[in-house]
């Protein structure tokens, strides 16, 4: 938990309710936390969901893990105590654009239970809808877009997640994807029929 610095700041309310934002929208803000070992389709898959639902009207937006350690993060690093504060940044960021009435979809690899359950505690009962994209790490290393694990293997990146850096599984996600064996588009609408049987789209 982040320390609390400032000692001159108040909580303001605000006069319009997240539920009102929310019947403005036409549908429930949340957030989709996609979790999983690099490559295994964390973003293209939060931007495939992205791209149906804002086709569809849906106000949306995607906080990309790259994206986010280019500017917010950009001071973090890869140690343990970063990693817990570049989740710790981005799920109260996510609860600002879920507040707004957004779906907002994050991509990030959050290998440990902890952060990912400090973020979940943020939104209350509800809203927070963790993703488990499962894919093996043989099919994570095969992909390997960015040429990242061949380096870990080769010993010029430390502490990378599934070689040199464990990843903790979620123990009870609200939904896994099996990235083993299916396509983008057959993922994605997996996620959007979701959103739909649990009431967060009409």
């Known amino acids: 938990m982040a320390e609390q610095k400032a000692t001159n700041v108040t909580w303001h309310d605000h006069s319009v309710t997240r539920d009102e934002r929310c019947k403005l929208m036409g549908h429930k803000g949340c957030i989709l936390w996609f979790t999983g070992l690099s490559a295994c389709g964390k973003s293209t898959i939060a931007n495939a969901v992205d791209r149906k639902l804002h086709d569809t009207g849906v106000h949306t937006f995607v906080l990309d893990g790259d994206n986010i350690r280019m500017g917010l993060n950009k001071n973090l690093g890869f ?57 093996s790490l043989e099919t994570c290393e095969a992909r390997d877009p960015k040429g990242l694990y061949k380096k870990a293997r080769a010993g010029e990146i430390k502490g990378f997640t599934g070689i040199s850096d464990p990843y903790e599984a979620p123990e009870k996600p609200e939904l896994v994807l099996d990235s083993n064996s299916k396509d983008i588009d057959e993922l994605s609408n997996e996620v959007i029929a979701y959103l739909k049987s649990s009431g967060y789209l009409s």
């Open 79 to 135: 140690s343990a105590e970063d990693r817990a504060e570049n989740i710790r940044r981005i799920g109260e960021v996510a609860k600002l654009f879920a507040d707004a009435g957004v779906i907002t979809a994050t991509a990030f690899i959050s290998p440990y239970l902890a952060d990912r359950d400090k973020v979940r505690a943020l939104m209350g009962q509800g809203g927070f809808i963790e993703i488990y994209v499962n894919a």
